[in-house]
């Protein structure tokens, strides 16, 4: 019996702890764990590192509905070039794209397209619109579909469906996990008005207030109780949500970003002006704290990046023609590994943040979990490793991120998917063998 590749000598982060171990893949998949796995056609020296389950950012924007992408921005070759160069082994991307991804033939498309463009294995949101509300059930049940998004409140692009009686629609005709932007649109358009045009870029954390995203999720909150159906809200930024979702872990899910647990205003608005704008806003400190607290206590579910690349022309205007979101797939991983290396959280609840948890919220088919019979994926990192994060390393076309400069402790060495070794020091090896996610339905 000869094995395709073992991986060996290294650190094994199981699910339930970490161990010194030998992993043999066949065929793409985990075939054994344990010592002296006997004889393999490749074998990966994993010494003096640690093998985590390939980490999985659950929330990006590739730009791309399977028609080349924006160009100078980002595709969904260049978004999952990111992703592999930074140890991600998986991205969910969402539906605001050209054309967006809000029915079975945009979707279909889209899905099909994944083979040949994208490094990594790819999840499909399915973003809702005010002509799909009683197809949920359908569209979720696609293949390659991780879940039905909605914007509740305006961001990027057009999609939104912000009344209840609509969302409630929608919540009653399918039964899988929906994700939410949930800010509130009325209080969101109401409070526009009253902040000047070209004030400082503090000003966008003001307009969208805490009011404003707590009410969304109250809102979204009491529709899944009405309903019976499973939410997630995502990227969760203020205290007074965790608190809340906290009690409500039954039945609606938490996301964190990467950016609401290390940056916060109004240092952060003054540093990096438009490179700091994204929706939900960065806040002060005390919500950065609320958020850690909520990682350490398990009211989060799971840590994304939501990846939002835009040109630096749209980032430079004036505020609030400012254009929200900031790029961050690529250094999820290395800034994560970093809080590791502070003390703040242990590498297994990283490990459960960052690639179980976003396959338990939905339902990634073999993803999540170093235990044979699952998908060959790892993130292999080196946790004493000191590297510098950099606009140039940055693979999207607009080429910068909002943590130029930040010196991190850990960082990915090698991105193995199914078993293949893409990503190796820094270079990518052969064609984009990324393929859909399947998600149980
Ligand atoms: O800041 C954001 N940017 N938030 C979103 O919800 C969308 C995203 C984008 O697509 O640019």
Same mark, same amino acid.
């Given at each position: 019996?000869?094995?395709?590749?073992?991986?060996?000598?290294? /650190?094994?982060?199981f699910?339930?702890?970490?161990?010194?171990?030998?992993v043999?893949? $066949?065929?793409?998949?985990?075939?054994?764990?344990?010592?002296?796995?006997?004889?393999?056609?490749?074998?990966?020296?994993? @010494?003096?590192? &640690?093998?985590?389950?390939?980490i999985? #950012? +659950?929330?990006?924007?590739?730009? *791309?509905?399977?028609?080349?992408?924006?160009?100078?921005?980002? #595709?969904?070759?260049?978004?999952?070039?990111g992703a592999?160069?930074?140890?991600?082994?998986?991205?969910?991307?969402?539906?605001?794209?050209?054309?967006?991804?809000? #029915?079975? !033939?945009?979707?279909?498309?889209?899905?099909? @397209?994944?083979?040949?463009?994208?490094?990594?294995?790819?999840?499909?949101?399915?973003?809702?619109?005010?002509?799909?509300?009683?197809?949920?059930?359908?569209?979720?049940?696609?293949?390659?579909?991780?879940?039905?998004?909605?914007?509740?409140?305006?961001?990027?692009?057009?999609?939104?469906?912000?009344?209840?009686?609509?969302?409630e629609?929608?919540?009653?005709?399918g039964?899988?996990?929906?994700?939410?932007?949930?800010?509130?649109e009325e209080?969101?358009?109401?409070?526009? %008005?009253?902040?000047?045009?070209?004030?400082?870029?503090?000003?966008?954390? $003001?307009?969208?207030?805490?009011?404003?995203?707590?009410?969304?999720?109250?809102?979204?909150?009491?529709?899944?109780r009405?309903?019976?159906?499973?939410?997630?809200?995502? &990227?969760?930024?203020?205290?007074?949500?965790?608190?809340?979702?906290?009690?409500?872990?039954d039945?609606?899910?938490?996301?964190?970003?990467?950016?609401?647990?290390?940056?916060?205003?109004?240092?952060? @608005?003054?540093?990096?002006?438009?490179?700091?704008?994204?929706?939900?806003?960065?806040?002060?400190?005390?919500?950065?704290?609320?958020?850690?607290?909520?990682? !350490? *206590?398990?009211?989060?579910?799971?840590?994304?990046s939501? &990846?939002?690349?835009?040109?630096?022309?749209?980032?430079?205007?004036?505020? %609030?023609?400012?254009a929200?979101?900031?790029?961050?797939? $690529?250094?999820?991983?290395?800034?994560?590994?970093?809080?590791?290396?502070?003390?703040?959280?242990?590498?297994?609840?990283?490990? $459960?943040?960052?690639?179980?948890?976003?396959?338990?919220?939905?339902?990634?088919?073999?993803?999540?979990?170093?235990?044979?019979?699952?998908d060959a994926?790892?993130?292999?990192?080196?946790?004493?490793?000191?590297?510098?994060?950099?606009?140039?390393?940055i693979?999207?076309?607009?080429?910068?991120?909002?943590? #130029?400069?930040?010196?991190?402790?850990?960082?990915?060495?090698? /991105?193995?998917?199914?078993?293949q070794?893409?990503? @190796?020091?820094?270079?990518?090896?052969?064609? +984009?063998?990324?393929?859909?996610?399947?998600?149980?339905?």
């Amino acid at each position: 019996m000869s094995y395709d590749l073992i991986l060996e000598n290294g /650190t094994v982060l199981f699910p339930w702890g970490e161990a010194a171990a030998d992993v043999a893949v $066949q065929d793409g998949r985990i075939a054994a764990i344990g010592a002296r796995l006997g004889a393999a056609a490749a074998r990966f020296n994993a @010494y003096g590192l &640690h093998v985590l389950p390939g980490i999985i #950012d +659950p929330h990006v924007h590739f730009r *791309d509905g399977g028609q080349g992408g924006i160009p100078g921005v980002e #595709d969904m070759r260049s978004g999952s070039l990111g992703a592999v160069l930074g140890g991600v082994t998986a991205a969910f991307d969402m539906p605001n794209t050209t054309p967006p991804g809000v #029915d079975a !033939a945009s979707l279909t498309a889209k899905h099909h @397209y994944i083979a040949g463009h994208s490094w990594c294995e790819i999840g499909l949101f399915a973003g809702a619109t005010r002509e799909n509300l009683d197809e949920s059930g359908a569209l979720e049940t696609l293949p390659g579909i991780c879940a039905m998004k909605v914007f509740a409140g305006s961001s990027t692009g057009d999609l939104l469906v912000a009344d209840d009686a609509s969302i409630e629609r929608l919540m009653r005709s399918g039964r899988r996990r929906v994700a939410f932007h949930a800010e509130d649109e009325e209080r969101l358009q109401e409070r526009k %008005p009253l902040f000047a045009q070209g004030g400082p870029y503090s000003d966008h954390c $003001q307009w969208r207030d805490v009011e404003c995203a707590f009410k969304g999720t109250r809102r979204i909150t009491a529709i899944a109780r009405r309903t019976g159906r499973p939410a997630h809200i995502l &990227h969760v930024s203020t205290a007074e949500e965790f608190a809340f979702l906290r009690g409500q872990k039954d039945l609606v899910g938490c996301e964190v970003l990467v950016n609401h647990l290390l940056q916060c205003a109004p240092e952060v @608005y003054e540093r990096l002006r438009g490179y700091a704008v994204m929706n939900p806003p960065l806040r002060e400190k005390r919500h950065m704290e609320a958020a850690w607290a909520a990682v !350490a *206590d398990g009211t989060v579910d799971n840590i994304a990046s939501d &990846h939002a690349p835009h040109p630096r022309a749209a980032k430079e205007r004036p505020w %609030p023609a400012t254009a929200a979101g900031l790029t961050g797939v $690529q250094t999820l991983l290395p800034l994560m590994l970093t809080q590791v290396h502070a003390g703040r959280l242990s590498l297994l609840r990283l490990a $459960q943040l960052m690639a179980e948890g976003p396959a338990r919220i939905y339902g990634a088919v073999g993803k999540g979990r170093i235990v044979a019979g699952n998908d060959a994926d790892f993130s292999v990192v080196d946790l004493r490793a000191v590297r510098r994060i950099e606009n140039r390393w940055i693979a999207s076309p607009c080429g910068w991120t909002p943590f #130029d400069g930040v010196e991190c402790t850990g960082w990915p060495v090698a /991105t193995i998917i199914r078993g293949q070794v893409v990503m @190796y020091e820094g270079q990518v090896t052969g064609e +984009p063998i990324g393929r859909p996610v399947s998600f149980r339905s």
